[in-house]
Nanobody, 123 residues
Framework: EVQLVESGGGLVQAGGSLRLSCAASGFTFDDYAIGWFRQAPGKEREGVSCINRSDGSTYYADSVKGRFTISSDNAKNTVYLQMNSLKPEDTAVYFC????????????????WGQGTQVTVSS
């Protein structure tokens, strides 16, 4: 059974940090790109960051560049999203997703999704 399980969300003050984890199982993790997306209330789901497991290349939305860092632990089949200097506008449910054909900006292109983890940043 394919599973992506996010964890690490929570409530933090503006300027604080959180590290999200995405643990994968049930598929060949090395062959997939892992993306992080977020969805705020009343808004569409948007791409935040992505890592291509094949070559380690990474991508970031302009809104998080310089503040968020995506990384991968091959031994643990886990991808992390380190989020620093958090802002209230970062408040959303964060999802990770897997795509066999590499990173893509569109939510419709991903094969598997996790259930999401809530991140709330207070001002």
């Amino acid at each position: 059974e394919v599973q992506l399980v996010e964890s690490g969300g929570g409530l933090v003050q503006a300027g604080g940090s959180l590290r999200l984890s995405c643990a994968a199982s049930g598929f060949t993790f090395d062959d997939y790109a892992i993306g992080w997306f977020r969805q705020a209330p009343g808004k569409e789901r948007e791409g935040v960051s992505c890592i291509n497991r094949s070559d380690g290349s990474t991508y970031y939305a302009d809104s998080v560049k310089g503040r968020f860092t995506i990384s991968s632990d091959n031994a643990k089949n886990t991808v992390y999203l380190q989020m620093n200097s958090l802002k209230p506008e970062d408040t959303a449910v964060y999802f990770c997703a897997a795509r066999s054909l590499g990173c893509h900006y569109s939510v419709y292109e991903y094969d598997y999704w996790g259930q999401g983890t809530q991140v709330t940043v207070s001002s």
